[in-house]
């Protein structure tokens, strides 16, 4: 079910054009004029150090917040402003820094919640509980079963989320995250709190998802060598501007990305 | 002891299967089994005592008025997080519904089949009103508006005397009618048994509209909401849309609960949808155990005995004992003296603390907490079967 997301057919355009963007909060600029260019099937990185504006960047992508200014094109339609929901629904999925995960509901119906839209059964096929509402559902169970296959969660279906160790947290949100059937994943600090062979897997997953299931990927994350070893491309923010943007090699060598880090060691 | 637990559990796991996958049915039975158990307490000492068989058996058609508003506060409050203390406004809304829908006050003379729907599609109308401008606010702030909502509403079927009568009420509303069937015409007001399975086929109707919608997308969709706004939002849920269905589900039942309410008193008033009927069916709501809705309906059942017939006996208990008056200082502790009606909120609000002091997920909690504590003990058994075979 999974393998047939629409990211396969030959793309010319940019998967995500976003131009200008900024964003104030009360006088303080936490983005300033931010710009992407986001070809399908890369595995975009952008870093930078605390307060940077890589979260606010992501709530700015995915409709949580609206920019001061600026326009952001998702598969050539102007997302700018459009309510988290709506960008949920068009194909830009996301996971959060601190997990958000539905705790009091099961792994598997956190999952269901998620992929539930391609079932869509009628609020009286519901109440009537027709034979066609029960397999919609039965067809959702299958298909939820399978994503969590996929991340190695199957066994912990039943369990409640909230009671999942750390690193099945961080996995479940990935989960159901894909779920929601995204052409563009944005993962936010995807690896914070992992340990190294917990890295190590999510790594290979990341790469699964793009060359499994042509999700093109933005991460934004702390840890460099993670970013270094995982990305086609680097960003580099620093009090909300682009400092630096190429091959992770390139940016490593960056004078001006290594002043920015070293600024903030010394400040630590 | 590991192999006797799974072949309990294989042993039982047919039917266990089948009645989850026939839901309606177990409900069903369920509801049946209760219809015929109720009436037959009066039979047990010291129930015997209290009154006769009618009397226990109007009482508890008494008792599925608040159990229908129990199960429609469930909605909005247990499953969709969605606090809402003006509860009471569409149970008086569906109660007026039916006053003008068949009643000498109007003059019209609807059948009490069709007003059941009518009024629970006008509160449900009312939920969207109300709810529309108010649900994107959260937590304490939606609180506040529907506590508003739930002091207005009365007060303008109190003033807007010309149509409603004001402070009288509205009398003389048509009871409801088998027109001739089973023998039945009027249900009267000397028989309950008409009321009392009438309401059982009301409840039992609401129970498994609202398990079916619990475990379908949208039930699914209000946990998600409850538990996490912005991630709920960001699987695509759109938020006001599936807020405002729980509110309007939620407001229809208490719109039925409402019909059936006018139609067995016959007369309704404004004072009988005040503050205390909302939080009354909070409190049987918090006590039951949110979210899960057998547990809200056994708590509403017990809250509602309690204050309408345990009070009463605790008083008389009290007389009959003669305890001589104890003196603590300036006051006077003397038991046979205590009207323990007057203090029935009293003992609701200290029933409510020592709830959430020791068992905060209610008297009957949800699956999905029974499912948690499972869980954790499978587990941990599974652990300690791995080490064993592993040494």
């Known amino acids: ?268 | 002891m590991t192999t006797t637990r799974i072949g309990l559990r294989q042993r039982l796991g047919p039917a266990r299967e089948f009645l989850r996958g026939h839901q309606s049915l177990s409900i069903t039975f369920g509801m049946a089994i209760a219809a015929v158990v109720l009436p037959l307490i009066v039979l047990i000492p010291p129930f015997n005592g209290f009154g006769t068989q009618k009397d226990f058996v109007g009482g508890f058609a008494d008792a599925g008025v608040f159990v229908l508003l129990a199960i429609g506060l469930n909605v909005v409050v247990g499953l969709a997080g969605l606090l809402d203390l003006g509860y009471a406004a569409f149970f008086a809304i569906g109660a007026y519904t039916m006053a003008y829908g068949a009643s000498g006050y109007s003059g019209l003379d609807t059948p009490f089949w069709i007003m059941i729907v009518v009024g629970a599609f006008v509160a449900a109308v009312f939920g969207l009103l109300l709810g529309a401008p108010t649900l994107r606010l959260r937590g304490d702030y939606l609180a506040i508006v529907t506590l508003g909502f739930g002091e207005i509403v009365p007060l303008v079927f109190l003033n807007a005397d010309t149509y409603t009568n004001g402070t009288n009420g509205i009398t003389g509303i048509a009871q409801p009618s088998l027109y001739g069937l089973a023998g039945i015409n009027g249900f009267g007001f000397t028989n309950p048994w008409p009321y009392y399975i009438t309401v059982l086929l009301i409840i039992t109707i609401a129970t498994m509209l609202v398990y079916r919608l619990q475990d379908s997308r949208l039930g699914r969709a209000w946990v998600a909401l409850r538990e996490d706004e912005l991630a709920a939002a960001s699987m695509g849920i759109n938020t006001v849309s599936t807020k405002l269905l729980a509110f309007a589900i939620g407001a229809s039942t208490a719109g039925l609960a409402g019909v059936f309410y006018s139609a067995k008193l016959a007369s309704i008033t404004p004072q009988q949808f005040e503050f205390q009927v909302s939080f009354t069916a909070l409190a049987m709501v918090v006590l039951g155990g949110m979210g899960n809705t057998w547990g809200v309906i056994l708590g509403a059942f017990i809250v509602y005995e309690i204050q309408s017939q345990g009070l009463h006996q605790l008083d008389a208990f009290a007389k009959s004992l003669h305890a001589p008056p104890i003196s603590l200082g300036p006051i006077t502790l003397d038991l046979s003296t205590i009207n323990f009606i007057n203090y029935q909120y009293l003992l609701f609000g200290l029933a409510l603390v020592l709830m959430m002091l020791l068992r905060p997920e209610g008297l009957f909690p949800s699956r999905r907490r029974r499912e948690e504590l499972h869980e954790a003990a499978a587990e941990v058994e599974a652990t300690a079967a791995d080490a064993v075979s592993q040494t």
């Open chain 1, 1 to 268: 079910m999974l393998a047939t997301l629409p990211a396969a057919e030959p793309e010319t355009t940019q998967l995500l054009e976003v131009r200008g963007l900024s964003k104030s909060f009360r006088g303080l600029r936490a983005l300033d004029g931010y710009a992407l260019d986001l070809r399908p099937l890369t595995i975009h990185g952008v870093i930078g150090p605390n307060g940077a504006g890589k979260t606010t960047l992501f709530h700015i992508l995915s409709g949580f917040l609206r920019p001061t200014s600026g326009t952001i094109y998702f598969a050539g339609q102007n997302i700018t402003g459009s309510p988290a929901y709506r960008v949920a629904r068009l194909g830009i999925g996301r996971t959060f820094q601190n997990i958000r995960l539905f705790g009091e509901l099961s792994v598997l119906d956190n999952v269901k919640v998620a992929m539930q839209r391609q079932w869509p059964p009628s609020l009286v096929a519901t109440l009537l509980s027709t034979p066609g509402f029960r397999r919609r559902e039965r067809e959702l169970e299958a298909a939820a079963l399978e994503l969590l296959e996929r991340v190695g969660l199957a066994r912990r279906r039943d369990q409640l989320a909230r009671n999942l160790a750390y690193g099945d947290q961080r996995r479940l949100e990935i989960a159901r995250a894909v779920g929601t059937r995204p052409r563009l994943l944005l993962l936010d600090e995807p690896s914070a709190g992992m340990n190294p062979s917990e890295t190590q897997e999510l790594l290979a997953l990341i790469r699964r998802l793009r060359d499994d299931l042509g999700i093109t990927i933005v991460l934004v994350a702390h840890d460099i060598p993670l970013v270094m070893n995982l990305c086609d491309r680097i960003q580099v923010l620093n009090y909300g501007k682009l400092i630096a943007e190429g091959h992770p090699a390139a940016v490593r060598a960056n004078p001006d990305v290594i002043a920015a880090y070293l600024g903030q060691a010394r400040r630590a």
